[in-house]
């Protein structure tokens, strides 16, 4: 999956089908569509979106895909509209929105935690009872922390404080309700703790690239999440070696995978790359796999040509 690949063309989009259980019907086409605020390329390319209807046929999965090719504005749409499980992948927007609201000298706060906070998957966290507030962005973005994400969220004011710091990114889609591991738990058919690949995209794309923060804070950011421990079988798998992946990975319960990554090829405008999955029963397993071979067509398709 790390062969190099060419020029940009453009996807069609598939529309939105409501429920996981409806992962083997076929998607239908809509128009081709561009980045907000952005001209349509000078010329496009309709490509077929039945690779990716057979990759969640062979996985057995519902997946959704965003992909903008900010040089050229061509986007890449798969059942981008449908609402998916955020899962940890609100932990970049939880550290983004601490770092907006606080002064760059919180970084170095303590906060103090007991040991019955600790109740999801945490790998940093579990070995300490009070952490600094950069460590915890750290162990939050690099690890995949559970219980440093939800320090930080209730740092910024709860599921409804992180709701309402999404808004001032533009997104009037996604919401955060709960804490882990509850959020990683509700059913596909489930309006809470969900986004769409089209929102994470936009929402990861104006944390990196954008103004959302002050260039200082923007880098610390894109330096966690460059050095994520956690994407290694995802979109990182799916993308040529010598191209930078700053992303955040997510899962949980119902098979879902999710990432979500700025991607850097040298010499080249960056990619932003949204895909999420689930599948239909709570005991599913995760399909690793289906993220990287997505992600390897998405980009073959931008650079194709």
């Not at 907006?100 to 007991?114: C, E, F, M, Q, V």
């Not at 949980?252 to 979500?260: A, L």
Request: charged share 20%.
């Amino acid at each position: 999956m790390n062969q190099g690949f060419g020029r940009r063309v453009l996807l069609a989009g598939a529309v939105a089908v409501p429920l996981a259980g409806c992962a083997n019907a076929p998607a239908r086409v809509a128009p081709v569509t561009t980045a907000p605020s952005r001209p349509a390329p000078p010329s496009t390319t309709r490509a077929s979106t039945a690779p990716l209807e057979a990759l969640e046929r062979e996985y057995g999965a519902r997946l959704g895909v965003h992909a903008l090719d900010t040089g050229s504005g061509a986007v890449v749409e798969y059942r981008a509209g449908e609402r998916f499980a955020f899962c940890s992948t609100f932990k970049t927007f939880a550290v983004a929105a601490v770092l907006h609201r606080r002064p760059l000298s919180y970084l170095d706060s303590t906060i103090r935690y007991p040991k019955a906070d600790v109740n999801s998957v945490s790998p940093i966290t579990e070995h300490h009872t009070s952490m600094t507030v950069r460590a915890l962005c750290d162990a939050a973005i690099r690890y995949s922390d559970g219980t440093a994400g939800n320090l930080l969220m209730r740092d910024a004011g709860g599921p409804p404080g992180l709701t309402a710091y999404l808004r001032t990114l533009g997104d009037d889609v996604s919401r955060m309700d709960q804490y882990e591991p509850d959020l990683n738990r509700d059913r596909p058919d489930d309006p809470r703790d969900t986004t769409t690949p089209r929102a994470l995209a936009a929402d990861h794309q104006r944390v990196v690239l954008g103004d959302a923060l002050p260039a200082d804070r923007r880098a610390l950011v894109e330096d966690w999440l460059s050095r994520s421990t956690t994407g290694g079988q995802t979109i990182e798998a799916g993308v040529p070696a010598t191209w930078r992946v700053i992303g955040k990975t997510g899962h949980g319960d119902y098979g879902r995978v999710n990432d979500v990554a700025v991607l850097r090829p040298p010499g080249s405008a960056p990619l932003v790359l949204a895909i999420l999955s689930d599948r239909q029963s709570y005991d599913d397993p995760p399909r690793y796999p289906l993220i990287a071979e997505a992600a390897a067509y998405v980009v073959s398709v931008l650079r194709r040509g």
